[in-house]
Each structure stands twice: as structure tokens, then as C-alpha cells.
């Protein structure tokens, strides 16, 4: 029985603004782009890491929605250490593109999320599906939560979502993940808030880091 007073459910709000670009209209030329940047930018080891990724997605296309995220968490999760903003990138916070995340062969949660999320994207899942989602992860019975990041799928909006996470490899829904507390969700065109005012039709226009990638990912997608 999933435990509606941690408010995983919020509700769904009206369209918002369009995407600044549609991961999943992304044809091989755009992916030929990416990994050539790769090439020119961080030489031929990330730029072989880079395709090993682009050689995954096609084989994502006949997958149902579970299985596709069974295969992007555990990719990333394999080939990604976690470590902290300030020994990686010396800032207290970064948000990394997926290509940069690619780079350093590692990254803190946010990352993690980020890569999954726009490989998802560009193997078709709708993004109506998908939501970054801030929570407070609860690591020891007594200890203070900290702030933690996870993705999580909503086969429909008003579903109990599965998450998808670095610290914990298996996907569960939201009701088996007793040490998160959900505190606000967002992806391209929406951000959810718990309480009366559940969502924004604009989540670049109140996180800046979000807006900053997006336009780093764009970028990378299309020079």
C-alpha cells in the first residue's frame, strides 16, 4: 500500500512551455555530432565510452517502459562513480551534461539522473513519464537526512512512481523506498510542488542549474 502522505503522487498540471529541444527527434546526425565532440574534445577514450552509450539505445526500442529503465539505470550505474561537486568539479554544485558526466567517468546524483533522464528521452519515452525529483534520503536511523536526487516514472500522473537511483541499484516503487521523502519534481516543461500550488509551467525560470544544462545539453547535441 503506498504511503500517500509522503505526496509521491502530486498533482499533474497544465502543458507548459515547449522543451528547448525534443531529445527523442534526435536522428543519428545529432548523435554523430556528440560523439565527435567527444572525440575532439576528450580524445578517443570518452569518445569509445560515447558510443558503447549510443550503441545501447537502439537496442532499447522494442523494450517495454520497465525494461528500458532497468537498462539505462544499470548502464549508468556501472559505469559511473559517484563523487562529490567539490573534488570533481571544485564547485559546491554542478550540474553536469551527459557528455561531461561521460568525460569524468563519474558524478554526484544529479548527474546520474541527468544522463538517464535525456537517454530516455532519446530512446522515446515520453517525457510526461519522467520527473528530476529532489528528496531528503534518510541513510542512518538517527542521523539527519541529506539532500539527494533521484528519477522517477510515472506510467501515469496520478501513479505511484518507480525511482531510479544511484545509492539503492534496484528500481522499486515509491512505497518500498521508505528512506526517501519526496520535496519537489520537475523535468522540461513542469515543476510539482507539494501543497496547493503543485506545479509552474516553467522550471528554468526558478532553477537556474536546470536551465544552465539544458542549454549545455542542447549544445552538445547540435554544434
Known sequence: MMNTSRSWVWKWGRAGVMCLFVFGGFAAPHLDKLQQLALSRYGEDVAKSVGEWRNMLPTLGGLDDVEKLE???????????????RELWQQDDYWASLLETMAKG??????????KYVSLLIAGMPESKLRLTYVRLQQQANAEPVAHMILAYYPNPVAEPLILDNVDGEIKPASRRTDLSPVYSFNATHLWF?????YSADPTARISRWRDVLARLQAEFTL
Open 194 to 198: 507539494r501543497g496547493p500550488h503543485a
Open 106 to 115: 563519474a558524478g554526484d546524483c544529479e548527474d546520474f539522473v541527468i544522463a
Open 71 to 85: 537498462r539505462v539505470n544499470s548502464f549508468f550505474n556501472r559505469r559511473i562513480r559517484w563523487v562529490d561537486d
